[in-house]
């Protein structure tokens, strides 16, 4: 579980901005939508609204460029330092700091992290939640660190030296060099609990997910059921890979994908069309085989016909998209960030999959990004706590929440917000044509 996250001096955070997962205790309503079986409680979700441009994205990019950091060791290496910096003002500040808290193996931990150029300063606790002192897991600056469970010093040393802009999780989990297993928990955290939903994303492996998880596939299929797009039932079809290199028109492209990735008992190729996972090959019983999803769809007069994943169209696989995450919020204890989650989605579809998520017994979080300013009166939905925003000034991104306005009971918060109550609009000055030349 997410508690609280800090970010200064990523893209367009410059000065420290704070979000959190904390509820108002004085709004008494929907408390399914808290997590209340904790010493601290926390939200099960967020709706993070904002202009474009505003920095909403970047919230998002934060989480993954922290998850990243925290889970491959070589991952600075792979990026340019400055795209990543607040770039606009003249003096620029080389460091980019994070702190995040969260709950995890009923512990929680308060991990803070200062990344320059030259070195890499982090410090993991385990938190004492503001009621005790936090306890030390390790702290390092550079190649320096001090840790209680520390087993040979001088190898830690020589370790960070050779990795010096490297987080000492993901070296700890190669190189034991820590004797607390709270590291090993802190980094499965990070690689297994943390999910981004980008508005573009795709599931490369989403056929041998559903094969994997068929309880996954029950899960969308009951939900495809209900909600009146014409789709009966979403099968996994198997082919012999000999009969459909025979059969198929992109045969070419098949054996070389096959040549070019050899399959194995453990490693299935998926193959990708329009940001879809069209087929998916696979060693089934021994044999080669290829997957694919068939929908059964029904049409005039109660005919049924199996279609593939190419003729669906975008709302019905972004939909597919987010069901395995919904469901590993529920049922896995996720937490789930998706940007723009009314992407290619009908408003309506999407009120009914937070009413599902909220009204069910989740275990995880869900933070996403919106548009969709109805949602804000939405109040079997969403709570005022549950809202937050993020404005941009002289490029700087604030991110606050609802809470810090007084709200009236009757207060129309939608219309409230397209009036600027609230700030995070668009400012938008009259469009003139006089620009444009003959």
């Known amino acids: 579980m997410l508690l609280r996250l800090k970010i200064k001096n990523f893209l367009s955070f410059n000065g420290e901005t704070v979000f959190d997962m904390f509820p108002n205790i004085e709004h008494k309503s929907f408390q399914l939508h808290i997590h209340d079986n904790m010493e601290i409680p926390v939200l099960k979700q967020t709706a993070i609204y904002g202009a474009n441009g505003s920095g909403k994205s970047n919230f998002i990019k934060a989480v993954i460029f922290l998850r990243e950091f925290v889970t491959r060791k070589n991952f600075l290496k792979s990026i340019t330092w400055n795209d990543y910096i607040f770039q606009l003002t003249k003096e620029k500040s080389q460091t980019i700091s994070f702190e995040i808290e969260f709950f995890h193996r009923e512990e929680y931990y308060i991990y803070n992290v200062e990344i320059s150029k030259k070195e890499v300063f982090e410090k993991l606790s385990k938190s004492g939640v503001g009621k005790t002192d936090d306890e030390l897991i390790f702290e390092r600056k550079g190649t320096s660190i001090v840790a209680p469970s520390i087993q040979n010093e001088p190898l830690v040393k020589k370790l960070l030296s050779m990795n010096s802009r490297s987080s000492l999780i993901p070296l700890n989990l190669q190189f034991p060099v820590l004797a607390s297993e709270k590291v090993k928990h802190v980094y499965d955290w990070f690689s297994k609990k943390i999910e981004v939903i980008l508005a573009n994303s795709t599931i490369p492996m989403l056929i041998k997910l559903l094969s994997q998880k068929p309880q996954i596939l029950s899960f969308a299929n009951n939900f495809f059921r209900n909600?009146?797009?014409g789709i009966d039932e979403i099968k996994i079809h198997d082919i012999?890979?000999?009969k459909l290199i025979t059969e198929s028109t992109n045969a070419t492209e098949l054996n070389q994908i096959i040549n070019s990735n050899p399959l194995s008992e453990n490693?299935?190729?998926?193959?990708?069309?329009?940001?879809?996972?069209v087929l998916n090959v696979t060693i089934h019983e021994g044999k080669k085989t290829v997957q694919e999803l068939l929908f059964d769809q029904v049409g005039q007069c109660g005919y049924h016909k199996a279609m593939k994943i190419?003729?669906?169209?975008?709302?019905?696989?972004?939909?597919?998209?987010?069901?395995?995450?919904?469901?590993?919020?529920i049922q896995e204890g996720k937490v789930i960030f998706i940007d723009e989650i009314e992407s290619s989605l009908h408003?309506?579809?999407?009120?009914?999959?937070?009413?599902?998520?909220?009204?069910?017994?989740?275990?995880?979080?869900?933070?996403?990004?919106?548009?969709?300013?109805h949602l804000l009166n939405r109040h079997e939905l969403v709570r005022p706590d549950e809202i937050w925003f993020t404005e941009k000034f002289e490029g700087?991104?604030?991110?606050?929440?609802?809470?810090?306005f007084k709200l009236h009971n009757t207060s129309n918060i939608e219309n409230g917000y397209l009036e600027g109550r609230y700030g995070a609009t668009p400012v938008i000055d009259e469009i003139s044509i006089d620009c444009i030349k003959e």
């Not at 190419?310 to 919020?329: E, F, K, N």
């Not at 009914?352 to 275990?363: G, S």
């Open 227 to 229: 909600i009146g797009i």
């Open 267 to 277: 490693s299935d190729i998926a193959q990708l069309q329009n940001n879809r996972n």
């Open 240 to 242: 012999p890979f000999e």
């Open 347 to 373: 408003p309506r579809l999407m009120f009914e999959l937070l009413r599902f998520y909220a009204n069910n017994n989740a275990r995880g979080q869900l933070i996403f990004t919106t548009h969709v300013t």
């Open 310 to 329: 190419s003729a669906q169209s975008d709302g019905t696989v972004r939909l597919l998209t987010l069901i395995p995450a919904l469901w590993s919020v």
């Open 396 to 404: 700087n991104t604030k991110l606050y929440s609802l809470n810090d």
